[in-house]
């Protein structure tokens, strides 16, 4: 089993960046969504409310990001040294909320022209908790970016071959891994052989992961990444196919163990 391809989302929600390598840190990727879209109440904006941010390509440099779309121009964006830090939230539900520093009103009306609505982007200069103790089998503490849940996200690409049997069999498109978002795409396993590695250690080259367990998905997943056109596979076909517990499988969370850098090709263990 190999590592195929690594993927970082410089701000939540926005289009995705391809890697050849990348450096693990204890809340991730390095560079993945450390930035985040907010409202006028401080609550994430994502794809599940505007499909337009995946005309939203960050890219990370250091001491800060760039801002590219179609149509505008490129903004360039420090990370905020100095200001009031403001409190926010991953979802309106969320009842915990992280201080986050502002990047100011340049990047905010770039944004805001972009997504056609007020917002503003903020900068999580320390990862926090923003998910309560007791609400997960694995808790990583405060080690979390602005990721939903985990700092990592890991797919199988032997699963998406089967999950697009599933949609071929109903005279449905199939769809890209791009699709589900994953940090790390992983080849050479057996179709949803990670439903049972949830609990168990992997080591990929030399780091080791823990596997929190499986990632229950959302409407962005029927979203196309590249045009922003949203539809109803693959959510229709997981739901009828890997509906456990009312929660849609694909894709298996992984908490970090070591830091320390990963490239494509690296080998993929799983540990009893």
Not at 181 to 203: F, I, K, Q, T
Not at 218 to 230: K, L, N
């Amino acid at each position: 089993m190999r590592l195929t391809s690594i993927h970082t989302y410089p701000v939540k929600g926005c289009h995705r960046l391809d890697h050849d390598g990348a450096f693990v840190q204890p809340w991730g990727l390095a560079g993945d969504r450390r930035w985040m879209v907010v409202d006028a109440d401080g609550v994430g904006v994502t794809q599940r409310e505007t499909t337009r941010l995946v005309g939203l390509r960050a890219v990370v440099r250091p001491g800060g990001l760039v801002l590219r779309a179609d149509g505008q121009p490129d903004l360039d964006v420090p990370e905020p040294a100095g200001g009031d830090p403001v409190a926010v939230r991953t979802f309106r539900s969320r009842t915990i909320t992280v201080w986050a520093l502002p990047a100011g009103a340049a990047a905010d009306a770039w944004l805001g022209a972009l997504l056609g609505r007020p917002v503003r982007l903020v900068w999580l200069a320390k990862p926090a908790r923003h998910v309560a103790a007791d609400a997960r089998e694995h808790d990583t503490g405060d080690q979390v970016s602005f990721a939903d849940a985990y700092p990592l996200l890991l797919t199988n690409a032997a699963s998406l071959d089967a999950l697009n049997g599933w949609l071929a069999d109903a005279g449905e498109e199939p769809v890209p891994m791009t699709r589900f978002r994953p940090n790390l795409v992983v080849d050479g396993a057996p179709a949803w052989a990670e439903d049972g590695w949830a609990g168990r250690s992997l080591r990929i080259g030399d780091l080791r992961l823990r596997a929190a367990g499986p990632c229950d998905r959302c409407v962005v997943t029927t979203t196309d990444q590249e045009t922003g056109v949203r539809a109803k596979e693959p959510l229709r076909t997981l739901g009828r196919y890997r509906n456990v517990r009312q929660k849609l499988l694909f894709g298996l969370h992984l908490v970090p163990v070591d830091s320390g850098p990963l490239r494509i090709g690296d080998p993929v263990v799983i540990e009893p």
